[in-house]
T-cell receptor
Framework: AQSVTQLGSHVSVSEGALVLLRCNYS??????LFWYVQYPNQGLQLLLK??????LVKGINGFEAEFKKSETSFHLTKPSAHMSDAAEYFC??????????FGTGTRLLVSP | GAVVSQHPSRVICKSGTSVKIECRSL??????MFWYRQFPKQSLMLMAT?????????EQGVEKDKFLINHASLTLSTLTVTSAHPEDSSFYIC?????????????FGPGTRLTVL
């Protein structure tokens, strides 16, 4: 079965600093990978997705992620954090038939 | 982009009562919808796959008789929590993939927070 591991339940950065949220996946077939953001009491919004095209994927709000097959990783980055980036971030892998398997999430805290 | 709505956004009920949550795809048809539950500070756990015109498919450990799913039309799926108990209190989120979307992109509803007293 496919699975996702997100290292670090909380990540704290200062405004303007680099954001790095880690995601490692397990899959026996080429995966589809996704990053979602969730604001308090809201549903999930897609940030970006990897679908076996370019390994460096650019998403909304300045986020990007790089698919590294050798490391089975799909880490999310943003060069400069903004206060509005504070939220919960979920990495997910497609299990086929449109099912998603989510990681446990990483809460990003941004301090002024 | 495609929009998925949920109603109600928040519901409080007494233990032993039933609660119905609606999930609608507003500008597209969805033959399949997914229901997730999310406990505080935890990830989303898939509960079931709702299939238009047929029975839902439940994940292991999810009680079919407790969480009734009906997908009567191409734009509406409902989740009914029967005989709710405090341990059913959670955030319930539905999602729907865009038919024909190649990359399994799903659109999520805003969620329904259920509190059972």
């Amino acid at each position: 079965a496919q699975s996702v591991t997100q290292l670090g339940s909380h990540v704290s950065v200062s405004e303007g600093a680099l954001v790095l949220l880690r995601c490692n996946y397990s899959s026996s077939v080429p995966p589809y990978l996704f990053w979602y953001v969730q604001y308090p009491n809201q549903g999930l919004q897609l940030l970006l997705k990897y679908t076996s095209a370019a390994t460096l994927v650019k998403g909304i709000n300045g986020f990007e992620a790089e698919f590294k097959k050798s490391e089975t990783s799909f880490h999310l980055t943003k060069p400069s954090a903004h206060m509005s980036d504070a939220a919960e971030y979920f990495c997910a892998v497609s299990e086929g038939f449109q099912k998603l398997v989510f990681g446990t999430g990483t809460r990003l805290l941004v301090s002024p | 982009g495609a929009v998925v709505s949920q109603h109600p956004s928040r519901v409080i009920c007494k233990s032993g009562t039933s609660v119905k949550i609606e999930c609608r795809s507003l500008d597209f048809q969805a033959t399949t919808m997914f229901w997730y539950r999310q406990f505080p500070k935890q990830s989303l756990m898939l509960m079931a796959t709702s299939n238009e015109g047929s029975k839902a498919t439940y994940e292991q450990g999810v009680e079919k008789d407790k969480f009734l799913i009906n997908h009567a039309s191409l734009t509406l799926s409902t989740l009914t929590v029967t005989s709710a108990h405090p341990e059913d209190s959670s955030f319930y989120i539905c999602s729907a993939p865009l038919a024909g979307a190649r990359w399994n992109e799903q659109f999520f509803g805003p969620g329904t927070r259920l509190t059972v007293l």
